[in-house]
Nanobody
Framework: QVQLVESGGGLVQAGGSLRLSCAAS????????MGWFRQAPGKEREFVAA????????YYADSAKGRFTISRDNAKNTVYLQMNRLKPEDTAVYYC????????????????????WGQGTQVTVSS
């Protein structure tokens, strides 16, 4: 059983940056696709970004393209989300998740494809 712990959230002004981290424990996730999702109040949880196990394939939601960068450090069993030029509409709880498929370049965006989730970290962007 893998445990995921997100950190790095906080309050930032529009145009600012944050770097989220997701540390995995319990087992290695180095062979798994990892994803970031977010959920704003009253809205469905939505896909933000995902990265293949090698880091060679990265997939972003349109809202994240050009502003967010997903990366991973398999030696540290950790995935990151660098968020730049933040907007008030980026305000949400951000979750990381593990896709159960291993050693694959298939990078899913559907939340139903991910079966382990962290507790989330709050990101608030003020205008």
């Amino acid at each position: 059983q893998v445990q995921l712990v997100e950190s790095g959230g906080g309050l930032v002004q529009a145009g600012g940056s944050l770097r989220l981290s997701c540390a995995a424990s319990g087992r290695t996730v180095s062979s798994n696709v990892m994803g970031w999702f977010r959920q704003a109040p009253g809205k469905e949880r939505e896909f933000v970004a995902a990265i293949s196990w090698t880091g060679g394939t990265r997939y972003y939601a349109d809202s994240a393209k050009g502003r967010f960068t997903i990366s991973r450090d398999n030696a540290k069993n950790t995935v990151y989300l660098q968020m730049n030029r933040l907007k008030p509409e980026d305000t949400a709880v951000y979750y990381c998740a593990v896709f159960s498929g291993s050693h694959t370049d298939y990078v899913p965006s559907r939340k139903q494809s991910y079966d382990s989730w962290g507790q989330g970290t709050q990101v608030t962007v003020s205008s």
